[in-house]
């Protein structure tokens, strides 16, 4: 990846693991114990999994060192023994030469007294304190292992589990810690003599590699149908009858690193349009596979930002700005972007083909294998149950997954990458905080939730989790919290959770909080905590926060979603606020946009005309009864939400009046404005209206009334819907250079932080970035974590927390 590596968020791809096991491997080195010394080594970070103790014992060995190395639950632990210069060169290096996918938080250092002895040995891990050590994220095959994929001569040729110290499953297949393969869900394949010798190897790449298997010792593929019986002959290739099946237009269900993927052939309209059908997806966007970046050119604009992206060790989803053309409007019809990624496993390269293979689709369908709204599916028998509407076959194989981890989707911006779902390559890695807290778990929001455990100054961020309003989802939620606190260690002291009171989230923390307290936090206040967090700010000065999102709840019981607070990890001001509208109806607002433009319309005193598209597009019954339900104010919120203007601009520029997936409304928008003409998209520019707030409340109120009658004009004078769309993204982007200089002004303040799920369109968060760094502002936007729901738990736990001073 192209961000700049941390200690404990490496964007290069985490280390494939390397661990060593019950038998000690020795080197016959002896130590003059006259002149020896003997020094303990702890190192701490991302350590087990990554090839640390093999690299250990070639350097010891390197330098006529003897001693041991070890697993522990707290890190790598190793004791040398030799000439004093030599024993010190090893301290120097074990960090500066540490294997590429290892991340060396600490190295502590105690002297001992000699003992004497002979010999450097990988010795038994053992666990004899809470686990403290980092476990890797789960890593695409490397160049070395996808070779022999390739070679007809290796014994390892179209092995669809070939894997070594640099590469493939780590936190996914983790069961507990030390890092050993008893550990882990490769505990059930016995080693070959083959694997066995490469095991106990020091020259050997695969030297203490927990998931080395061949075709002889480890799991095994089939392709089975509904009822778990196989597809063809028995003794028949399963990767061979799976690609003829998505050749013929079928769905295949394929077993991942982290769960099921649902797979068709993309260049196919109908076998996508069967898939579409099948899972309810309406027009959501699918992610695609393909081979390499080349076939990627044709279909979106790739650069070397996003390449490096592609072809890194996470490889996750890139989005990248579409081509046109039929198969973008099959896979993502409206959006701008295309998601994409390459394979990251040898089953996803036997799958796409490999060179002298018969012709297969040379592009996938890959979405997660789930009824839509559920969490991936990872076991067996319940893929087979919970899938069987929606697949044809499944490619299925007995190495069972122990955590669910979807894919993580990435995006650039302004040449950056900025994460959208933090998932696989990333998890369960730990985000740095630039502030201590408390033993604690922040528990997120109920869209894209993720929630966050706490100690001390890390973060550990679960995996994408999904939406709480299914109950398949909430089970989910407490497995991954368990699982995540047996390999951290960190046993939650109080909860942190929204302030909606109807959240599931925050009820699933009342409800076992045990006698630990609950804290809770506003939901933008926690967007804007969770910025700062990740650009290191430690809270002594308040940032200018940019929260723009579709909901959130508000202190007057309101839904806020449009906020410029003042705020640090202690507390907020409310400075600007997009005006109340009413929200008529709550989630029947958000599916059908054009109830919002009529909101909208209703409140800046507009009219409800014959011709405007969301008058048009709503029923004569429907808008009959919606007039009487805002003139009575019934089951009207009042809403200061962002992502319900943009809704409510979409609808009235005739962009999209029903939403079939969250944000679905701006993502169109948003795709309108990117075929404005270049040098049209601000001029004019709309505006809003600002007048003084009421206390208590806001300082500001950002009116959109005058904005909506310049759109009602546009739109009446027949102006392209490209260019309303444009004028719109520049009157939001000016709103916030406005009220941030009002801000600085008024208040002394000069860095702003951009957050919220609005803010994932690239468009919008640009102009806006460019806007306020032309005014002399320091603008921090999310890289790390997402600045939508997902990254939300982060900013929780920063401000609830916290110990008390």
């Not at 640099?166 to 008893?182: E, S």
């Not at 973060?459 to 699982?483: K, N, P, V």
Request: glycine share 10%; charged share 20%.
């Amino acid at each position: 990846m192209t961000e700049t590596p941390t200690a404990v968020e490496p964007t290069a791809p985490l280390a494939p693991a390397t661990t060593a096991v019950s038998t000690a491997v020795t080197t016959a080195v002896t130590t003059a114990s006259a002149a020896a010394v003997r020094r303990r080594v702890t190192v701490r970070g991302v350590v087990q999994g990554v090839g640390f103790r093999p690299f250990v014992y070639g350097l010891a060995t390197r330098l006529g060192l003897a001693g041991h190395v070890t697993n522990t639950g707290e890190g790598v632990i190793v004791e040398v023994e030799g000439a004093p210069d030599a024993v010190a060169r090893f301290c120097e290096l074990i960090a500066a030469d540490a294997p590429p996918l290892a991340a060396v938080e600490s190295v502590d250092q105690c002297e001992l007294a000699a003992v004497g002895g002979s010999g450097f040995a990988i010795v038994a891990s053992h666990r004899d304190g809470p686990a403290r050590t980092l476990v890797s994220p789960d890593i695409a095959t490397c160049a070395d292992c996808l070779a022999e994929l390739a070679d007809p001569d290796d014994r390892r040729f179209r092995h669809p589990f070939v894997t070594c110290t640099n590469c493939g499953p780590r936190f996914t297949i983790v069961t507990g810690l030390p890092y050993d393969r008893d550990h882990t869900t490769m505990g059930r394949f016995p080693m070959c003599a083959a694997c066995a010798a490469e095991y106990t190897d020091p020259a050997d790449r695969r030297f203490h590699a927990q998931p080395v298997a061949c075709h002889d010792c480890g799991p095994r593929l089939r392709l089975v149908d509904a009822t778990g019986q196989a597809v063809g002959a028995a003794d028949g290739d399963p990767i061979a009858g799976a690609r003829a099946l998505l050749a013929a237009g079928a769905v295949v269900s394929v077993k991942g690193l982290g769960g099921y993927h649902l797979a068709c052939d993309a260049a196919d309209p109908a076998a996508v349009a069967l898939l579409r059908r099948r899972k309810d997806r309406g027009a959501k966007p699918f992610a695609l596979m393909a081979r390499d970046p080349a076939a990627i050119e044709a279909y979106a604009h790739l650069g070397p930002e996003e390449a490096a992206l592609l072809t890194g060790p996470v490889r996750p989803i890139v989005l990248l700005r579409r081509r046109p053309g039929a198969l973008a409007e099959q896979v993502a019809p409206g959006g701008p972007d295309l998601g994409f990624m390459l394979p990251y496993t040898p089953l996803h390269h036997l799958l796409l083909g490999l060179p002298g293979d018969p012709p297969g689709p040379e592009l996938l369908v890959m979405t997660s294998g789930n009824v839509s709204g559920e969490p991936i599916v990872t076991d067996d028998a319940e893929a087979l149950d919970r899938l069987a509407h929606l697949a044809d076959a499944w490619l299925t194989h007995d190495r069972p997954i122990h955590v669910p981890c979807d894919d993580s989707v990435v995006r650039v911006c302004d040449g950056e990458p900025s994460v959208v779902r933090r998932s696989r390559g990333y998890a369960p890695l730990p985000v740095p905080l630039p502030v201590p807290v408390g033993a604690a778990l922040a528990v997120g929001g109920d869209l894209k939730n993720a929630f966050c455990l706490g100690e001390g100054r890390r973060g550990w961020l679960s995996a994408h989790i999904g939406d709480m309003d299914d109950l398949a989802t909430q089970r989910a939620f407490e497995a991954a919290e368990r699982q995540l606190e047996s390999i951290t260690a960190v046993r939650p002291e109080r909860l942190v959770a929204d302030r909606h009171p109807r959240y599931r989230s925050s009820r699933w923390a009342l409800d076992h909080r045990e006698g630990r307290p609950v804290e809770r936090v506003q939901h933008h206040h926690a967007h804007i905590a969770s910025a700062m967090a990740e650009h290191g700010l430690d809270g002594t000065g308040r940032v200018i926060g940019v929260a723009f999102d579709g909901t959130g709840y508000g202190d007057d019981g309101a839904v806020w979603g449009g906020e410029i607070l003042l705020a640090d990890y202690d507390g907020y001001h409310r400075f600007c606020q997009l005006g109340y509208v009413p929200l008529p109806g709550g989630d029947a607002a958000v599916l059908r946009p054009y109830r919002m433009a009529l909101a909208h319309l209703r409140a800046a005193g507009i009219g409800w005309d014959d011709g405007l598209p969301p008058v048009d597009a709503c029923p004569p019954d429907e808008r009959r009864l919606l007039a009487q339900q805002l003139d009575r104010d019934l089951n009207c919120v009042p809403t200061s939400s962002m992502g319900r203007l943009f809704d409510a601009v979409s609808s009235l520029a005739g962009v999209c009046h029903l939403a079939g997936y969250e944000a679905q409304a701006a993502v169109e928008l948003e795709a309108a404005a990117l075929r404005a003409a270049s040098g049209t998209d601000g001029d004019p520019c709309y505006g809003f209206g600002f007048r003084p707030g009421a206390s208590p409340g806001a300082e500001l109120i950002a009116d959109p009334g005058p904005l909506l009658a310049a759109v009602v004009a546009d739109v009446r004078a027949g102006i392209q819907v490209p260019l309303i769309a444009a004028r719109f993204h520049a009157a939001v982007a000016e709103l916030v250079r406005h009220a941030c200089l009002l801000a600085r002004e008024r208040h002394g303040l000069e860095t702003v932080a951009l957050t919220g799920g609005v803010f994932g369109n690239t468009l919008l968060s640009s102009a806006t970035a460019t806007a306020l760094r032309a005014e002399g502002f320091t603008v921090l936007r999310h890289r790390l974590v997402p600045p939508n729901d997902g990254g939300l738990a982060l900013g929780q736990l920063v401000a609830g927390a916290r110990p008390v001073s």
